[in-house]
T-cell receptor
Framework: SQQGEEDPQALSIQEGENATMNCSYK?????LQWYRQNSGRGLVHLIL?????REKHSGRLRVTLDTSKKSSSLLITASRAADTASYFC????????????FGKGTKLTVNP | DTEVTQTPKHLVMGMTNKKSLKCEQH?????MYWYKQKAKKPPELMFV???????INESVPSRFSPECPNSSLLNLHLHALQPEDSALYLC?????????????FGPGTRLLVL
């Protein structure tokens, strides 16, 4: 079953611009995570935000969580060509099973 | 050491072959996972091992057989696969609690079934 749904599916920007990706989910959650995947490689964890948190920062990354709207956003500031990758949100299901469910992902291309 | 290693990186097999994928971590993590990822799709959970015991099997066909010989190793035994099983197979681990913690992923094994 799919929990998270990213928007947009694809995003193309110029180096130096900011990139915003959104994730919506269906059920209550304990936490939401964002992962990055370079083409054909493993996923790299970026940030975890808990359901009682509203905003979290890590370097050039800013994540927000709105549990009333069941949505999250990932902002990458001052993007670089190396940020080109697919970005996935992943959620658990509050009171549910042990598994993490990934959204469809946003393919970000940062043009030099 | 925050690395999850997977071997082989690439695998081509026929539908009658038996092969195994291997995954190893030395972070002391007690939860390990197998995911399957098709092109342009998100990873889909296959199996979860928690403290070396299978805790989740996502209704995966029996031609996929997981094994956790010890807390550092995770294998996925493959037998009589179908062409639609071609995908990137990802192994991951987390410290203890599968859904409340960061998962560390290996680079994956790209499998082609002919």
């Amino acid at each position: 079953s799919q929990q998270g749904e990213e928007d947009p599916q694809a995003l193309s920007i110029q180096e130096g611009e900011n990139a915003t990706m959104n994730c919506s989910y269906k059920t209550s959650i304990n936490n939401l995570q964002w992962y990055r995947q370079n083409s054909g490689r493993g996923l790299v964890h970026l940030i975890l935000i808990r359901s009682n948190e509203r905003e979290k920062h890590s370097g050039r990354l800013r994540v927000t969580l709105d549990t009333s709207k069941k949505s999250s956003s990932l902002l990458i500031t001052a993007s670089r060509a190396a940020d080109t990758a697919s970005y996935f949100c992943a959620t658990d299901e509050e009171g549910g099973s042990e598994k993490l469910v990934f959204g469809k992902g946003t393919k970000l291309t940062v043009n030099p | 050491d925050t690395e999850v290693t997977q071997t082989p990186k690439h695998l081509v097999m026929g539908m009658t072959n038996k092969k195994s994928l291997k995954c190893e971590q030395h972070m002391g993590h007690r939860a390990m996972y197998w995911y399957k990822q098709k092109a342009k799709k998100p990873p889909e959970l296959m199996f979860v091992y928690s403290y070396e015991k299978l805790s989740i099997n996502e209704s995966v066909p029996s031609r996929f057989s997981p094994e956790c010989p010890n807390s550092s190793l995770l294998n996925l035994h493959l037998h009589a696969l179908q062409p639609e099983d071609s995908a990137l197979y990802l192994c991951a681990s987390s410290q203890r609690n599968p859904y409340q913690e960061t998962q560390y992923f290996g680079p994956g094994t790209r499998l082609l079934v002919l």
